[in-house]
């Protein structure tokens, strides 16, 4: 049996002593047949080199909610004086290597040395497009903030980053931020790798985020899957104010359902979590599947009509664009 290189601990309900899984989900694993089936028989939509950015320079600080897109799954969370950074990726590529592998399309929303000083990253999993080591360091160097990740993914950063003030938790386990926010790390229908050799050997999850100005729900990379989880997350936690959803890199769908969401699927979170208000994340930035670019914002609004749901409560983020959220009056 191989051995897990990040983590050692007991067996539970989604570890088996040596690799992590969906409890009752089917799996995301996807081998070489799988992938040359993919690349073979399928035809990626072609995409713009780029599309221009209007960059975004945040407030230091917010006393409210406000959140702005970075690009892909990098958000800015700032909160009742508290900044937040969530799947933090500044280089050009998404990918273990500087001049190869799926390059930016938008540049960030913010530049990186406009940033306002981040107190925590919160990490989802370890695949590239969410776990930047060159943008880690570049942070650690600046700021030191805290980063939240789930087990396993700290031995990743602290080899990358040394000196890394890491905390990695279990699905369900309740994480002080700064400022008095806390993290309840959730599952998501996903898996990890970052190399041949280590499927699953890194927990992956999502981030409930408990703020003075309210309540923001991360949900990194996850598929549907039937709904159980987002089920589940709304019983344990409630609606949140705010759902970062998945609506992008779903094409094609045999291969990509059980990992990630498409927009009607993203649409079905929103309303089994009952979330007042949404953002579209994980689209546009990085060429990662088949489908057009602007595809998803399409999708995602016909969703929203089919069902009902007035538009600017659920917006596909464009990186460079803040939104900001009332608080919830009693």
Known sequence: MARNRYY?????????????FNPGMPSGDRGLPDVLRWKINERPAAWPQSVPVTQTVPEPRVHGLCVTAVGHAT??????????????????????????????????????DALPPIDAVLLSHNHYDHLDMATLRRLHARDEPLMVMPLGNDTIVRKGVPGA???????????????????????????????????????WAGHWIDTPAGSVYFAGDSGWCGGDIFRDIAAAHGS????LLPIGAYAPRWFMAPQH??????????????????????????QLTDEAREEPVMRLAA??????????????ATPGETYSFAPVMA
């Open 261 to 286: 969401a498409d927009p009607d699927e993203a649409v079905a979170m929103f309303e089994v979590l009952g979330a007042r208000h949404a953002l579209g994340i994980h689209w546009g930035t990085f």
């Open 75 to 112: 958000l800015l969370i700032q909160a009742a004086g508290i900044n937040l950074l969530t799947d933090p990726v500044w280089s050009e590529r998404a990918s273990p290597f500087s001049f190869a592998g799926p390059k930016r399309v938008t540049a960030p929303g913010i530049a990186f």
């Open 165 to 203: 003030n890491t905390v990695a938790g279990d699905w369900g386990e309740r994480i002080a931020l700064p400022g008095g926010a806390v993290t309840t790390l959730v599952p998501a229908n996903h898996w990890s790798a970052r190399g041949t050799g280590d499927r699953r050997m890194a927990l």
């Open 240 to 243: 949140p104010d705010v759902a």
């Open 303 to 316: 969703a929203l009509d089919a069902r009902g749901i007035a538009p600017e409560r659920f917006i596909a």
């Open 8 to 20: 050692q601990g007991p067996p539970s309900d989604h570890f088996d002593g040596t690799r992590f």
